[in-house]
Structure formats: structure tokens, C-alpha cells
């Protein structure tokens, strides 16, 4: 496992604003430093009624309406990876308020994966050039005065990164709440091993950090939740809890994966995704088409 970035500093406490997305059960998130009216945006979400072809901006127009609401400065728009099941506003988000979009620079490797699977042409760039900065494992970045720092924890993807503002705790899908365990593997370029090695990485964290889900599903019919602690993941996660070792967990992951459907919105998803939050580029009359191959995933 590798050992946290001495950087990390859970002494500051960033005000962090929610938004849930129930369509897709998504948590994105607005970050403020408490120190100005900077701030980030985490995993925001576009909104698609998939059957009938649509996109509109929803969800992120209440999120851009809060930031403007609260006169605040947006200053990066993180994706923590190239989310399956929901579609990124990162690039609409960009266009109304300005930022800079970060995801890892292992996006290349996703990029490679899923250009082959849709057939993507020689025009679909797979060096990460659709966004406009490229976290290394260890990086640290400012909102503001907020000081924030990209931990590289692959294994649901090869590109999931969790982000550390202070002692606010973004992980993407690696980590959902206590009750609804972790992430699947199962994915192309997934790896339960390295999953595992990368939720210990998180769980190594000071326990009073809190710990932010980008999605709920409310296990057994409770309330949606989106926030915990390192602490409580530790004492209390269905599938990684302390004691747990890293072969349980795999043949634990490895069964259960077999048992799960592919997201609902797996294939939208992906082709926008992986370019930034970006439709694919119109055909010769201009029009935007989506992708289904046919057992290809």
C-alpha cells in the first residue's frame, strides 16, 4: 500500500454542499474554501432520458444557480473517474462558470479501452487532451486558500482518484456507505486486488475525516445517505471493514460481480465521459449519435 502524501490536512473543515441526483442516485458536490468564495464541483451530472434520446442540463443548472446564488468562484471541476452511470456536465459546467476540469492521467488508459470498443476513429484523441489538467498520484492543487490533494486509488477503474479537500474525503465509487459496501471490479481495466489495496489507502486516512459517496441506493429501504467517516468505514463497511483480509474480499467482489447487471446508462455514459463530458461530434448533416455495440462489453 502506498503510504499517504504528508500534505494531507484534515485540520481544515471546507463547507460542502450536496445535490442528489435520483434518476441516477448520483451525489455531486459543491466545496468551498473557507476562506473565500472559492470553490470546486465534484461529480456533476447531465441529465439523458435515454429511451427517448434526450439531454438536457437539469441537474447542473441548480448546481451553477447555487454557485452564482452564493457569489462563489468556480475554480476546478473534478471527476473522480469515467463514471458508468451517469453522464458528466463537466463541459456545460465550464462553459456557464469557467474552471479548469481534472480527472487522473490514467484516463489515457480508459481512453485506449473504450475508443477500441466503440470504434472510435483516429479523430478521438486517447491522450486525455479533452481536459484541461491531469492528476498525478500525490498532486496537490488550491481552491482558494483550500489546499487539495489527488490520491490515485484504481481498481473499479484505472482511473479513480479520490480527492482530500481538508478533512472533506471525495471517493468516487470506490466506497459507498458502511451498509452498501464498495465498488464492483468487474469493469475493463477493473482489478478486485487493486481495489482492495486502494480502500485500505483510503481507510488509512485520520478517522475523523468524513467521507463524501458520489452515489446512494439506500440499502434495504433506508433514507438516502451520502456522508460517513473514515472511522465508521473501518468499524462497520459490509465488505472491507478492519479484519477483512485482501482474499476474502476478492472472492467476496469476484462472486457478487458475477450476480450484477451493467448500469442502465453504461454506453452513454462512457462516450461522453471519456471526453470530458463532450457528445461525440455531429456526422456530415450535423446530427449526434450515440453508440450500443453489440456485445462488447
Known amino acids: 500500500m502506498k503510504p499517504l502524501p504528508d500534505t494531507i490536512d484534515v485540520s481544515v473543515r471546507p463547507p460542502v454542499i450536496p445535490f442528489f441526483d435520483p434518476p441516477t442516485n448520483t451525489?455531486?458536490?459543491?466545496?468551498?474554501?473557507?476562506?473565500?468564495?472559492?470553490?470546486?464541483?465534484?461529480?456533476?451530472?447531465?441529465?439523458?432520458?435515454?429511451?427517448?434520446?434526450?439531454?438536457?442540463?437539469?441537474?447542473?443548472?441548480?448546481?451553477?444557480?447555487?454557485?452564482?446564488?452564493?457569489?462563489?468562484?468556480?475554480e476546478w471541476i473534478i471527476e473522480t473517474h469515467v463514471h458508468a452511470d451517469h453522464l458528466s456536465a463537466a463541459r456545460y459546467i465550464r462553459s456557464k462558470l469557467g474552471g479548469r476540469i481534472g480527472i487522473s492521467e490514467k484516463i489515457t488508459v480508459v481512453q485506449e479501452t473504450f475508443g477500441r470498443i466503440f470504434n472510435e476513429g483516429p479523430e478521438f484523441r486517447r491522450d486525455g487532451s479533452q481536459f484541461d489538467y491531469l492528476f498525478k498520484d500525490g498532486d496537490?492543487?488550491?481552491?482558494?486558500?483550500?489546499?487539495?490533494?489527488?490520491?490515485?486509488?484504481?481498481?473499479?477503474?484505472?482511473?479513480?482518484?479520490?480527492?482530500?479537500?481538508?478533512?472533506?474525503?471525495?471517493?468516487?465509487?470506490?466506497?459507498?456507505?458502511?451498509?452498501?459496501?464498495?465498488?464492483?471490479?468487474?469493469?475493463?481495466?477493473?482489478?478486485?486486488?487493486?481495489?482492495?489495496?486502494?480502500m485500505r489507502r483510503i481507510l488509512s486516512l485520520p478517522k475523523v475525516a468524513r467521507v463524501f459517496m458520489c452515489h446512494d441506493y439506500g440499502p434495504n429501504g433506508r433514507p438516502v445517505?451520502?456522508?460517513?467517516?473514515?472511522?465508521?468505514?473501518?468499524?462497520?463497511?459490509?465488505?472491507?471493514?478492519?479484519?477483512?483480509?485482501?482474499?476474502?474480499?476478492?472472492?467476496?467482489?469476484?462472486?457478487?460481480?458475477?450476480?450484477?447487471?451493467?448500469p442502465r446508462l453504461i454506453l452513454p455514459s462512457l462516450q461522453v465521459n471519456m471526453r470530458a463530458g463532450d457528445l461525440p461530434p455531429p456526422d456530415r448533416d450535423g446530427k449526434v449519435f450515440l453508440k450500443v455495440p453489440v456485445n462488447a462489453i
Not at 492543487?141 to 489527488?150: C, D, I, M
Not at 451520502?226 to 459490509?238: L, P, Q, S
Request: aromatic share 6%; proline share 4%.
Open 140 to 198: 496537490t492543487y488550491e481552491v482558494g486558500r483550500l489546499k487539495a490533494v489527488a490520491l490515485h486509488t484504481p481498481g473499479h477503474t484505472p482511473a479513480c482518484m479520490t480527492h482530500v479537500f481538508g478533512d472533506a474525503v471525495f471517493v468516487g465509487d470506490t466506497l459507498f456507505m458502511p451498509d452498501g459496501g464498495t465498488a464492483r471490479a468487474d469493469f475493463p481495466g477493473g482489478d478486485a486486488h487493486v481495489l482492495y489495496r486502494s
Open 27 to 74: 451525489i455531486s458536490y459543491i466545496v468551498k474554501d473557507p476562506a473565500s468564495n472559492a470553490c470546486a464541483i465534484v461529480d456533476s451530472v447531465l441529465d439523458i432520458d435515454y429511451p427517448a434520446g434526450r439531454i438536457t442540463q437539469r441537474s447542473a443548472d441548480a448546481i451553477i444557480a447555487r454557485v452564482k446564488a452564493d457569489g462563489l468562484t468556480l
Open 225 to 262: 445517505k451520502w456522508e460517513t467517516t473514515i472511522e465508521e468505514e473501518n468499524r462497520a463497511n459490509i465488505h472491507v471493514h478492519e479484519g477483512v483480509s485482501e482474499d476474502a474480499f476478492v472472492a467476496m467482489r469476484k462472486a457478487r460481480d458475477a450476480t450484477l447487471d451493467m
